[in-house]
């Protein structure tokens, strides 16, 4: 069974901190991976997505240790905006949905 | 740009009532997915279309739950009879093209349908 595995939180950051939270995956020939982001009694919305190389966007990094099977997402200097809860999304090499697990998200909460 | 829509975005039922949920995807797309959200379990995929035709119903809980999508641009998802164990969130999604396939199109999530069933 496919798994996909993150620290529901929450993580208390105060503002301006730098916060990073990672997620772990079962198998091993998952192809593709994606952070998405879902505010409080919203949808989930797309992120970024994460390449094997790493990636930056603004103040958002997503990186791949495929060695560990996992994926983090670092967040510097966070706004108060920024509290949301980050689901990690990974792809398998089966293709169809059903190759899309969605992890249960991790509760990140900005504090002024 | 009109997102996903879905309606109702609220539903309060009680138990044993029928319940349908409805979806319009972005136009050109031509998957759709449902989902549904608990606390406990997460986002879960419940069935998806390619081009109106169901392509896996497997995450569909049981019997009770059905999907169809008669167009491109109208789906439906109904729970006959409901129960209280029904309650959760519900997401329609679309993409243009398999988000699981490159170059793994994003999802793009409606807003939701809250189901209570009491």
């Known amino acids: 069974r496919k798994e996909v595995e993150q620290d529901p939180g929450p993580f208390n950051v105060p503002e301006g901190a730098t916060v990073a939270f990672n997620c772990t995956y079962s198998?091993?020939?998952?192809?593709?991976f994606f952070w998405y982001r879902q505010d409080c009694r919203k949808e989930p919305k797309l992120l970024m997505s994460v390449y094997s190389s790493g990636n930056e966007d603004g103040r958002f990094t997503a990186q791949l240790n495929r060695a560990s099977q996992y994926i983090s997402l670092l967040i510097r200097d966070s706004k108060l905006s920024d509290s949301a809860t980050y689901l990690c999304?990974?792809?398998?090499?089966?293709?169809?949905?059903?190759?899309?697990?969605f992890g249960k998200g991790t509760h990140l909460i900005i504090q002024p | 740009d009109a997102g996903v829509i879905q309606s109702p975005r609220h539903e309060v039922t009680e138990m044993g009532q029928e319940v349908t949920l409805r979806c319009k995807p972005i136009s050109g797309h031509d998957y759709l997915f449902w989902y549904r959200q608990t606390m406990m379990r997460g986002l879960e995929l419940l069935i998806y279309?390619?081009?109106?035709?169901?392509?896996?119903d497997s995450g569909m809980p049981e019997d009770r739950f059905s999907a169809k999508m008669p167009n491109a641009s109208f789906s439906t998802l109904k729970i006959q009879p409901s129960e209280p164990r029904d309650s959760a969130v519900y997401f329609c999604?679309?993409?243009?093209?398999?988000?699981?396939?490159?170059?793994?199109?994003?999802?793009?999530f409606g807003n939701g349908t809250r189901l209570t069933v009491t």
């Open positions: 999304v990974v792809v398998d090499s089966g293709g169809g949905a059903d190759g899309l697990t």
């Open positions: 198998n091993s020939a998952s192809q593709s």
């Open positions: 999604a679309s993409s243009l093209g398999s988000p699981s396939r490159a170059p793994r199109e994003p999802l793009h």
């Open positions: 279309f390619n081009n109106n035709v169901p392509i896996d």
